[in-house]
Nanobody, 115 residues
Framework: QVQLVESGGGLVQAGGSLRLSCAAS????????MGWYRQGPGKQRELVAT???????NYADSVKGRFTISRDNAKNTVYLQMNSLKPEDTAVYYC?????????WGQGTQVTVSS
């Protein structure tokens, strides 16, 4: 059984920073693309950022220049450094990973940005 466990969410004031982590565990034979998605109140889930095993990153336009995705392949972990946070970044953030050629999701971590 493969699990993705997120951490690092919380409450922060606008302009502040948070760092999310997501660790994959279990019987992992192949770990390819990893990423972060978010779902704000009353909104659909949307892509935030993805990163390939070779560290090629892709970002949503709304977070470019403020968020940085990175990964540690030795630890099967992906990170999301979020700077200059805005109230509109408030959402549940979900980790996603292609593990053993299947798509897995974490349970989500709440990020709340106060104005």
């Amino acid at each position: 059984q493969v699990q993705l466990v997120e951490s690092g969410g919380g409450l922060v004031q606008a302009g502040g920073s948070l760092r999310l982590s997501c660790a994959a565990s279990g019987r992992i034979f192949s770990l390819n693309a990893m990423g972060w998605y978010r779902q704000g109140p009353g909104k659909q889930r949307e892509l935030v950022a993805t990163i390939t095993r070779g560290d090629s990153a892709n970002y949503a336009d709304s977070v470019k220049g403020r968020f940085t995705i990175s990964r540690d392949n030795a630890k099967n972990t992906v990170y999301l450094q979020m700077n200059s946070l805005k109230p509109e970044d408030t959402a549940v953030y979900y980790c996603n990973a292609a593990v053993n050629y299947y798509d897995y999701w974490g349970q989500g971590t709440q990020v709340t940005v106060s104005s």
